[in-house]
């Protein structure tokens, strides 16, 4: 095939060889941001830092967290054209600051397909990111359209724009995280054997929880959910230090005489990355999820969650807006968490995505904004992304390949690290030369199939 005929396998070709692009009409290299929270991985053994090292030619700092990879358009994080190419003696070639993608896309909102303007405007309604986590991130929930919009007109230095946030994480490693609430069942055992909770809540509130039962009704049962995590939240610092400090020396001295349980595990664990922080022990109220590679795990609005510690690709609504309540020194709002959340009950819903061919899974979370399709094309393997009437971004992350459509034949090489944007109604074919995976984050094609 010719397709094939451009890598070979047994000699040793330069990177700039292998790079070597005809131009993909109207399809858009981009070049990409990287946040550096605290809760990332360090250096190299940070996924996020590999990627964006090889995406924008930047060096790596073994000492630095790498945290989040963004691909999109929003402000705090935007994507820009273009792309850094390695010349001929090995050195890498910086472009000169290019057009955003958000104004590109601006400039140019057909590329996003009528549907989606319509329904969106000229802005892209997904943002697509990579997580490299290493310690847990804040006990937080998204707001609703509704409270976004009011937070972001009364504190747009905290909430920076308007917009909702739903969103999905897809495991890379195994992946874990705090999500929603428990059961009624496992809530009045925590009240039974988690004396501490007791202790800042008030035997008042405890009783209820204990007395409670489903044939009460759901609004019953949340109500007090509600009264019991709101008093829980809003204890005294000096409280939580004394609390804390004690749930930690009863734990220890359990686990001399029995095995503790996975959740009390994990809250001393918490214990040790946020001493003293109210968000240890309110992670009994929640569930705790772990994902395996390949799985994903999806988040509406007003939802308490947590992520603690894995890799993931993250897609979402256009949104960084963020109500934190916990396990972390960033601005606290306690008291619009505990107004806005749903306080709905049990363990959420796993992916495990639906084959859309030998090679490719697709992600359909119930959102409008976003679907993910992940991709592992196995050595000379070959598969196609139809085209479709809305935007996609495409994220090599391991390998090379071949991508090409019918205004170039020939194709262009992709490698790792790469990322690109597609237009609407653009068909992409994708070659292996080396085991290929890559992830499309895409409006859900329900969207399309709806309207």
Same mark, same amino acid.
């Given at each position: 095939?010719?397709?094939?005929? /451009?890598?070979?396998?047994?000699?040793?070709?330069?990177?700039?060889?292998?790079?070597?692009?005809?131009?993909?009409?109207?399809?858009?290299?981009?070049?990409?941001?990287?946040?550096?929270?605290?809760?990332?991985?360090?250096?190299?053994?940070?996924?996020?830092?590999?990627?964006?090292?090889?995406?924008?030619?930047?060096?790596?700092?073994?000492?630095?967290?790498?945290?989040?990879?963004?691909?999109?358009?929003?402000?705090?994080?935007?994507?820009?054209?273009?792309?850094?190419?390695?010349?001929?003696?090995?050195?890498?070639?910086?472009?000169?600051?290019?057009?955003?993608?958000?104004?590109?896309?601006?400039?140019?909102?057909?590329?996003?397909? /009528?549907?989606?303007?319509?329904?969106?405007?000229?802005?892209?309604?997904?943002?697509?990111?990579?997580?490299?986590?290493?310690?847990?991130?804040?006990?937080?929930?998204?707001?609703?359209?509704?409270?976004?919009?009011?937070?972001?007109?009364?504190?747009?230095?905290?909430?920076?724009?308007?917009?909702?946030?739903?969103?999905?994480?897809?495991?890379? &490693?195994?992946?874990?995280?705090?999500?929603?609430?428990?059961?009624?069942?496992?809530?009045?055992?925590?009240?039974?054997?988690?004396?501490?909770?007791?202790?800042?809540?008030?035997?008042?509130?405890?009783?209820?929880?204990?007395?409670? +039962?489903?044939?009460?009704?759901?609004?019953?049962?949340?109500?007090?959910?509600?009264?019991?995590?709101?008093?829980?939240?809003?204890? +005294?610092?000096?409280?939580?230090?004394?609390?804390?400090?004690?749930?930690?020396?009863?734990?220890?001295?359990?686990?001399?005489?029995?095995?503790?349980? /996975?959740?009390?595990?994990?809250? $001393?664990? $918490?214990?040790?990355?946020?001493?003293?922080?109210?968000?240890?022990?309110?992670?009994?109220?929640?569930?705790?999820?772990?994902?395996?590679?390949?799985?994903?795990?999806?988040?509406?609005?007003?939802?308490?969650?947590?992520?603690?510690?894995?890799?993931?690709?993250?897609?979402?609504?256009?949104?960084?807006?963020?109500?934190?309540?916990?396990?972390?020194?960033?601005?606290?709002?306690?008291? &619009?968490?505990?107004?806005?959340?749903?306080?709905?009950?049990?363990?959420?819903?796993?992916?495990?995505?639906?084959?859309?061919?030998?090679?490719?899974?697709?992600?359909?979370?119930?959102?409008?904004?976003?679907?993910?399709?992940?991709?592992?094309?196995?050595?000379?393997?070959?598969?196609?992304?139809?085209?479709?009437?809305?935007?996609?971004?495409?994220?090599? &992350?391991?390998?090379?390949?071949?991508?090409?459509?019918?205004?170039?034949?020939?194709?262009?090489?992709?490698?790792?690290?790469?990322?690109?944007?597609?237009?609407?109604?653009?068909?992409?074919?994708?070659?292996?030369?080396?085991?290929?995976?890559?992830?499309?984050?895409?409006?859900?094609?329900?969207?399309?199939?709806?309207?």
């Amino acid at each position: 095939m010719e397709v094939l005929m /451009e890598f070979d396998t047994t000699t040793s070709t330069t990177t700039m060889e292998k790079r070597h692009r005809h131009h993909l009409e109207r399809v858009q290299w981009l070049r990409c941001s990287v946040q550096n929270y605290d809760w990332g991985q360090k250096g190299r053994d940070s996924r996020v830092a590999k990627l964006f090292a090889l995406n924008s030619g930047s060096q790596i700092d073994p000492e630095r967290p790498f945290a989040e990879f963004w691909m999109g358009t929003h402000e705090s994080g935007p994507s820009f054209l273009g792309r850094n190419e390695e010349t001929t003696n090995g050195h890498l070639s910086f472009e000169p600051e290019s057009e955003s993608l958000k104004s590109w896309i601006s400039n140019n909102p057909n590329v996003l397909g /009528e549907e989606v303007v319509q329904k969106w405007g000229a802005d892209l309604p997904f943002l697509f990111k990579v997580l490299s986590v290493a310690k847990a991130l804040s006990i937080q929930a998204h707001p609703d359209k509704e409270l976004a919009k009011a937070l972001h007109k009364l504190l747009p230095s905290i909430y920076k724009d308007d917009n909702h946030k739903p969103e999905m994480a897809l495991a890379i &490693t195994q992946f874990e995280a705090l999500c929603g609430f428990i059961s009624l069942q496992e809530l009045k055992s925590v009240v039974l054997n988690v004396p501490e909770i007791v202790e800042l809540v008030g035997s008042s509130e405890a009783n209820q929880v204990l007395e409670i +039962s489903d044939q009460d009704g759901e609004e019953k049962v949340k109500s007090v959910l509600r009264s019991t995590f709101t008093k829980l939240m809003s204890a +005294s610092q000096e409280m939580i230090v004394e609390v804390t400090s004690k749930m930690k020396n009863r734990l220890h001295l359990e686990s001399q005489v029995r095995q503790l349980t /996975e959740k009390e595990r994990l809250v $001393l664990e $918490l214990e040790k990355q946020y001493p003293a922080d109210i968000g240890v022990i309110s992670a009994f109220f929640f569930n705790y999820v772990k994902l395996n590679p390949g799985e994903a795990l999806y988040l509406g609005a007003n939802e308490p969650h947590a992520y603690l510690f894995g890799e993931c690709i993250e897609c979402m609504a256009t949104s960084d807006n963020v109500v934190r309540a916990g396990l972390t020194p960033k601005n606290r709002d306690v008291n &619009t968490l505990c107004s806005m959340l749903t306080y709905k009950q049990g363990f959420p819903e796993i992916l495990q995505g639906v084959p859309i061919n030998p090679f490719v899974r697709r992600y359909l979370p119930p959102f409008d904004e976003f679907e993910v399709d992940s991709c592992n094309l196995p050595q000379r393997e070959s598969t196609v992304f139809p085209a479709i009437p809305g935007p996609s971004i495409l994220l090599v &992350t391991l390998g090379e390949g071949i991508m090409h459509n019918t205004s170039c034949p020939r194709g262009d090489v992709i490698i790792e690290g790469d990322v690109l944007f597609v237009p609407a109604n653009t068909e992409i074919s994708i070659t292996s030369a080396s085991g290929l995976q890559l992830y499309r984050a895409g409006v859900n094609s329900r969207f399309f199939q709806a309207s």
